[in-house]
């Protein structure tokens, strides 16, 4: 099972980060003290969520605008397009994130 370690400080708040590991992209967003990651594509158009912002727990696609609940991952414009949330731990002054890569 893929896996990112990385210190939570290196998570800036309401700017989405992009990691890639194991050839898969994930983008990892922070909105207080929420950290959320999902893979880093739109599941309306594949544009990748990391070229777009966040704003008051709401993470927004650059391409056409869907925007995604970053606590649940739901399309606020679009029941039909959501995103699956990764798992996310925090330990101390870390966070780690790891997804099924079937």
């Known amino acids: 099972m893929p896996r990112i370690d990385v210190p939570v400080d290196q998570i800036p708040q309401a700017v989405p980060l ?3 590991q194991a050839g898969t992209a994930i983008v990892v967003v922070r909105a207080g003290d929420r950290i959320a990651a999902f893979l880093d594509r739109c ?5 990748p969520l990391s070229e777009g ?15 995604f609940d970053i606590a649940s991952g739901r ?3 679009s029941p039909v397009h959501e ?4 798992s996310v731990r925090r330990s101390d002054d870390r966070v780690q994130i790891e997804w099924d890569d079937s």
């Open 43 to 47: 599941p309306h158009a594949d544009w």
């Open 83 to 86: 995103l699956k949330p990764l």
């Open 75 to 77: 399309c606020i414009n």
């Open 18 to 20: 992009r990691f890639e």
């Open 53 to 67: 912002e966040v704003i008051d727990g709401v993470l927004q696609c650059q391409g056409h605008g869907f925007e």
